[in-house]
């Protein structure tokens, strides 16, 4: 079954860390650039960070630059979003991405 299945999401406090993992099954992991987004209550979807198929390009969205950082390992399906430094408005559901496939997202909720 094609599929994307995130975890790490969870309740925590300002300035805490938290890392998100999304693992793919049913396609060949290392040949799709990989995307994070997020939805916040009432704002529309954006993107957080994407990574390239080998991890040598990456890019992030002006709000989290310096604390997200977006990483993948190939060889276990599997892409990170470590973020640092959280702030409420970080709160959100976080979905991982690939062309055309999404999956069913993970809450991050930042608060004192």
């Known amino acids: 079954q094609v599929q994307l299945v995130e975890s790490g999401g969870g309740l925590v406090q300002p300035g805490e860390s938290l890392t998100l993992s999304c693992v793919g099954s049913?396609?060949?992991?290392?040949?799709?650039?990989m995307r994070w987004f997020r939805r916040a209550p009432g704002k529309e979807r954006e993107l957080v960070a994407g990574i390239s198929t080998w991890g040598t390009s990456t890019e992030y969205a002006e709000s989290v630059k310096g604390r997200f950082t977006i990483s993948r390992d190939n060889a276990k399906n599997t892409v990170y979003l470590q973020m640092n430094s959280l702030e409420p408005e970080d709160t959100a559901v976080y979905y991982c991405?690939?062309?055309?496939?999404w999956g069913p997202g993970t809450q991050v909720t930042v608060s004192s």
């Open positions: 991405n690939r062309h055309q496939l």
């Open positions: 049913g396609f060949t992991f290392d040949t799709y650039y």
